[in-house]
C-alpha cells in the first residue's frame, strides 16, 4: 500500500516538475525545450490533458493549425479538461472551419463555467458563422452583461447585427468598441466591412488603413480593403490589397477564396482556378472556398464541376452557405433549367425568408400575377429597418419588377425610381466625360486612320462581335448565332477592352505603328483560340464594344461587326428596369441614360459611316421580331455560313447565358417587349425628354 501511494506521488510530482518547466521556457521562449518537457509528460501520463493543452498553444505559435486542433482536442477528451481549454479549442475550430466542433466545445464551456464571459464569446462568435443569429446575439450580449466594458464583446456583437441586418445597431456597437479601445484594429476593420454594404466606398477605404495603420499584419483589413475596390469595379487594386496579405500569409483561405474571385473577373480563369484549389486546401471546411471555385468553374462553362462545388460548400456550415444556395440556383438558371432554379430559390426562402437576394431572383425568375404573396414577402423584407444599400436597392428592383409584372406600373416606377437612387450614389458618373470621350473616339478613328493601316493587324475571320446598348438585344443574337453548328458562344468578354486600355485607348490609336496593331490583334486571337473548340466562328457579345468598333478594324480588319438596335426608349426601359450584374454606371438615372444614347448613337452612326458593309451589319430588334428568318439568314450570309435550321429553335440550344436576358432567351421571340416603352410614358418622362421625345 505504502509502495503504491509512494509511486504515484512521485509520478505526480514528475509530471509537475515537467509542467512547471514547459511553462517556464514557453514564457521565456523556448518553444523547443517547452515541446521537450510536454513529451515527456505524456511518455509518463499518455492521456495528460496540461501537456496536450500546451502543445497546441505551442503549434499555434509556430502557424500549425491543424497541429494545434489536434492537440487541443486531445486535452478537451479529458473530462475534467478546465474550461478555458474548451473555450481555446472551440476558437481553434472556429478559425479552421470546423464550426460544429467548436460548437459542441463551446456549450461544454459555458455549461462548465455559466459566468464565463470568453467561453460565451466564442459560442456567440461561432453561431454568428453558423448563421444562428439570434442566439449569437444573446450569447454576446451575456458577454456585455458580465463585462459591460469589453471592446472585443462590442465589436463581434457589432457583426452579428451587421448579419442581422441590424445596421444601425451594428455601427454604435463597432464604434463603440473604438472608443473604448482607440487602437482596435480589428473594429476597424470591422466598421470598413459594414460600411461596403452601405455603399460608402471612402469612408471604408479610410477605416480599412487605419486598421493597417495600428496593425500592418491584420489580414481581415487586406481583405475589406480588396472588398471595398471589388465594390468599385477596380479589380487590379484588388488583387494588389489580396497579394500583400499573401505575401505574409500564404495559406490565408478567405485571401485565396477572394482572389479566386478577382481573378475570375479580370477573365484570368486558369490563375482563378489554382487559386480556388489554395483556398480549398487552406480551408477545407470552409464554404466560401468551394463556393469561390464553383463561381470559377461557373465561368468557364463547366456546369456539373460547378454544381459539385456549390453542393459541397451548401453542406458546411459558415456565412458563405448562404451565397452558395444562391449562387447554386442562379447556375441552373444560367444553364436553362428555369424550373429547378426557381424550386431552388423557393427552398432557399423558406431557409433564409427575408434574404434579397433571393427574393428578387424569385421576382425575376416568374411572371408575377396581381395578389401573388411574393409582393407582399418583398414588401415586407423592405420595411426590415437597418437594411444594406445593396439588399434595399435589390428589394426595390425586385418590387418593381413584380408590381410591373402584376400591371401596378404607378407603384411599380416608385420603386424603380428608389432602386435606381440607391444604386447611383454608390459611384461617381460624369456624363460630361463621357459625352467627350465617344466624341474623342469618333475624332481619333477617322476614315484616313483606317486606311492607312488598312490590313496591318493580325488576319483571322474567327471573331465575331456583336455590340450595341444593353438590353438590345446582343444576347438573343449571341444565343442564335451559337445554336449554329459553327459558331461558340463565348459570352460578355472583357478581354478586347483589357488590351485596348493597356495601350492608353483611345489616344494611343493615332500613332501605334502596324507591328503593335497585329501583336494586339494576336493576342485577342490567342485569348479566343481555345473557346473556338474547333468552330469557324467564336462570337464576343460584349455590348460595350461598340466603342471599340474602330480598334476591331485595326487590329483584326477581317472580324465581324454585328451592331444590335432597338427602339431607343424601349432600350432605356429596358435598361433602367433592369439591376445590372456590372456597373453600367449612365443606367440608373433616367436624364443621364437619355444622354448616354443620345451619344452612343453618335458614335454608331460614325462607324456606320466608315465602316465597311462587308465587316458591319446593323440588325434591328423590331425587324427580327417582324421577320425573324429573313434577319437570321441576313446575319448567317454575313457571316459566310450555310444554313442551319437549329438557329430557328435558339431557346432549345443548351449553354450557359450570364446576362440579364438569360431567362429571355430559353423562349421563343415574342412581340409584347417591342413598343413596350409606349405604355409607361408618364413614368418616363425625363427619359423621354433627354431622347428628344421618343
Known amino acids: 500500500m505504502t509502495s503504491g501511494i ?29 515541446e521537450i518537457a510536454c513529451r515527456e509528460v505524456v511518455a509518463i501520463w499518455p492521456g495528460q490533458a496540461d501537456a496536450f493543452y500546451l502543445m497546441g498553444l505551442l503549434a499555434y505559435a509556430s502557424g500549425n493549425l491543424d497541429r494545434a486542433i489536434a492537440q487541443m482536442r486531445q486535452a478537451c477528451h479529458d473530462g475534467r479538461a478546465p474550461p ?39 459560442l456567440g462568435i461561432i453561431l454568428q458563422e453558423m448563421l444562428k443569429l439570434e442566439e449569437s446575439k444573446l450569447c454576446l450580449e451575456r458577454v456585455l452583461a458580465l463585462e459591460p466594458n469589453s471592446a472585443e464583446a462590442l465589436n463581434n456583437l457589432g457583426n452579428t447585427c451587421k448579419r442581422l441586418g441590424l445596421i444601425r445597431e451594428a455601427e454604435v456597437r463597432l464604434t463603440s468598441a473604438i472608443k473604448l479601445k482607440p487602437d482596435y484594429a480589428e473594429a476597424y476593420s470591422n466598421l470598413a466591412n459594414l460600411l461596403i454594404d452601405q455603399g460608402e466606398y471612402d469612408r471604408a477605404e479610410a477605416m480599412g488603413r487605419k486598421a493597417l495603420a495600428i496593425n500592418p499584419r491584420f489580414a481581415d483589413a487586406y481583405v ?43 477573365d484570368r480563369l486558369d490563375e482563378a482556378t489554382q487559386a480556388a484549389e489554395s483556398a480549398i486546401l487552406a480551408t477545407p471546411e470552409s464554404p466560401e472556398a468551394h463556393d469561390a471555385q464553383g463561381q470559377v468553374f461557373q465561368a468557364m462553362g463547366q456546369f456539373r464541376r460547378a454544381l459539385e462545388c456549390f453542393d459541397r460548400a451548401i ?9 452558395a444556395i444562391s449562387n447554386r440556383a442562379l447556375l441552373l438558371a444560367e444553364f436553362g433549367k428555369l424550373a429547378e432554379a426557381r424550386t431552388a430559390f423557393e427552398d432557399a426562402a423558406r431557409i433564409f425568408p427575408h434574404s434579397a437576394p433571393v427574393l428578387f431572383n424569385l421576382a425575376e425568375l416568374r411572371t408575377i400575377a396581381p395578389g401573388d404573396p411574393l409582393i407582399a414577402r418583398i414588401e415586407a423584407a423592405l420595411a ?25 406600373a404607378a407603384r411599380a416606377f416608385r420603386h424603380y425610381d428608389e432602386g435606381n437612387r440607391l444604386k447611383r450614389a454608390t459611384f461617381a458618373y460624369d456624363a460630361d466625360a463621357t459625352d467627350r470621350w465617344m466624341s474623342e473616339i469618333a475624332a481619333i478613328f477617322s476614315p484616313d486612320l483606317l486606311e492607312a493601316n488598312a490590313n496591318l493587324g493580325a488576319r483571322s475571320d474567327r471573331p465575331v462581335f456583336v455590340v450595341g446598348m444593353p438590353r438590345s438585344g ?26 485596348a486600355n493597356e495601350v492608353h485607348f483611345p489616344t494611343a490609336f493615332r500613332t501605334l505603328p502596324g507591328e503593335r496593331l497585329r501583336a494586339i490583334g494576336d493576342a485577342y ?13 467564336v462570337v464576343d457579345k460584349m455590348p460595350a464594344n461598340f466603342a471599340l468598333a474602330g480598334v476591331i478594324r485595326l487590329i483584326l480588319p ?77 446575319m448567317l450570309d454575313f457571316l459566310e455560313l450555310p444554313w442551319d435550321p437549329r438557329v430557328l429553335r435558339f431557346y432549345e440550344t443548351e449553354r450557359p447565358v450570364r446576362t440579364a436576358s438569360s431567362s429571355q432567351v430559353r423562349q421563343p421571340l415574342f412581340r409584347s417587349s417591342a413598343g413596350r416603352s409606349r405604355r409607361y410614358e408618364a413614368q418616363l418622362r425625363p427619359l423621354l425628354a433627354e431622347l428628344g421625345g421618343w
Not at 509542467?19 to 521562449?29: C, D, F, I, N, Q
Not at 458562344?489 to 483589357?498: C, I, P, T
Not at 445590372?580 to 458614335?603: I, K, N, S, V
Open 6 to 34: 509512494c509511486a504515484s506521488t512521485t509520478r505526480q510530482i514528475h509530471i509537475e516538475e515537467r509542467l512547471a518547466r514547459a511553462h517556464a521556457a514557453w514564457r521565456s521562449g523556448q518553444a523547443d525545450e517547452a
Open 315 to 323: 453542406k458546411l456550415p459558415g456565412p458563405a452557405q448562404r451565397d
Open 384 to 408: 426590415h429597418e437597418g437594411l444594406s444599400v445593396f439588399d434595399r436597392t435589390m428589394l426595390h428592383f425586385g418590387l418593381g419588377k413584380a408590381l410591373l409584372d402584376a400591371g401596378d
Open 558 to 634: 477581317d472580324a465581324r461587326i454585328i451592331h444590335c438596335r432597338r427602339d431607343p426608349a424601349d432600350t432605356c426601359l429596358s435598361c433602367y428596369t433592369k439591376l445590372f450584374a456590372g456597373q453600367q454606371a449612365f443606367a440608373y438615372d433616367q436624364t443621364e441614360l437619355g444622354r448616354f444614347h443620345r451619344a452612343y448613337q453618335r458614335l454608331t452612326a460614325h462607324w456606320r459611316a466608315i465602316l465597311p458593309p462587308s465587316h458591319f451589319l446593323e440588325v434591328d430588334y423590331e425587324a427580327l421580331v417582324d421577320d425573324f428568318e429573313l434577319q437570321v439568314r441576313r
Open 474 to 499: 446582343t444576347t438573343l443574337i449571341e444565343q442564335i448565332l451559337a445554336s449554329h453548328a459553327r459558331v461558340r458562344g463565348a459570352g460578355e468578354r472583357m478581354k478586347l477592352q483589357r488590351l
Open 224 to 266: 475589406n480593403l480588396a472588398g471595398v475596390e471589388t465594390a468599385r469595379r477596380r479589380y487590379r487594386e484588388a488583387l494588389g490589397w489580396l497579394d500583400a496579405l499573401l505575401a505574409f500569409a500564404p495559406v490565408h483561405g478567405r485571401a485565396l477564396a477572394a482572389r479566386a474571385l478577382t481573378l475570375k473577373e479580370l
Open 525 to 537: 486571337l490567342g485569348y479566343v483560340a481555345p473557346m473556338a473548340e474547333g468552330r469557324k466562328h
Open 84 to 122: 478555458h481549454y474548451l473555450s481555446d479549442f472551440a476558437e481553434l475550430c472556429r478559425q479552421s472551419g470546423r464550426l460544429p466542433e467548436g460548437e459542441q466545445a463551446a456549450r461544454r464551456a459555458v455549461a462548465l463555467a455559466p459566468n464565463f464571459a470568453g467561453a460565451w464569446n466564442n
